[in-house]
């Protein structure tokens, strides 16, 4: 198994360029997650799916960051305007239960 | 909402000491709670999990406890190497899991 597979690993971007982020779940597991990691804030989740359906996405910060999930197999998370304070590492987890299997992460800098 | 608390930030030991780490959570509808292990430059990885109705699971060199009473659960790492030396994740799920703001740990050889 090749595991959650992320794209792309690092993107240096200018302040006001749209950012999309990529995921590819495992196969067969239901839910996928998306989290954001910062020194400052740790780990949150941003928005979770069930069978490609978005169930919460309460942690999305603004309506600047928006995640789609058109089948099965992937994912996006995309950010426009993108801002400096942005700048992250941004996970992709997948599971059929608990917290899922993680992604290598999307290092993402907005300068 | 969930509130996930972790303790200490940082954890220095010798190589061969034990390592624990300590988080509480506030929702007492909290029924999973999965740790991970995160190295440098990669995703967190799930080393070890614990569900309500269990108050221990170990694992090789790793155990998890939890008192649900007290809302309470630890990691146990007993002879530490250095490859153990990584930042380490609580998390606790009602619904959505939260976690903790991890533990730095240093493994000195």
């Known amino acids: 198994d090749a595991g959650v597979i992320q794209s792309p690993r690092h993107e240096v971007t200018e302040m006001g360029q749209e950012v999309t982020l990529r995921c590819k779940p495992i196969?067969?597991?239901?839910?996928l997650f998306w989290y954001r990691q910062t020194m400052m804030r740790g780990l949150e989740l941003l928005i979770y799916?069930?069978?490609?359906?978005?169930?919460?996405d309460s942690g999305m910060p603004e309506d600047r960051f928006s995640a789609k999930m058109p089948n099965a197999s992937f994912s996006t998370l995309k950010i426009q305007p993108s801002e400096p304070r942005d700048s992250a590492v941004y996970f992709c987890?997948?599971?059929?239960?608990?917290?899922?299997?993680f992604g290598e992460g999307s290092w993402l800098t907005v300068v | 909402g969930e509130n996930v608390e972790q303790h200490p930030s940082t954890l220095s030991v010798q190589e061969g000491d034990s390592a624990v780490i300590k988080c509480t959570y506030s929702d007492s509808a909290s029924n999973y709670f999965p740790w991970y292990k995160q190295e440098l430059g990669k995703g967190p990885q799930l080393i070890i999990d614990?569900?309500?109705?269990?108050g221990e699971k170990k694992d090789q060199r790793i155990a998890v406890t939890l008192n649900k009473t007290a809302k309470h659960f630890s990691l146990h790492i007993t002879e530490t190497q250095p490859e153990d030396s990584a930042v380490y994740f609580c998390a606790a799920r009602p619904v959505k899991t939260i976690f903790g703001a991890g533990t730095r740990l240093f493994v000195k050889a």
């Open positions: 614990i569900r309500s109705n269990v």
């Open positions: 196969s067969g597991h239901d839910y």
């Open positions: 987890a997948s599971s059929q239960s608990g917290t899922g299997d």
């Open positions: 799916f069930n069978n490609n359906v978005p169930i919460d």
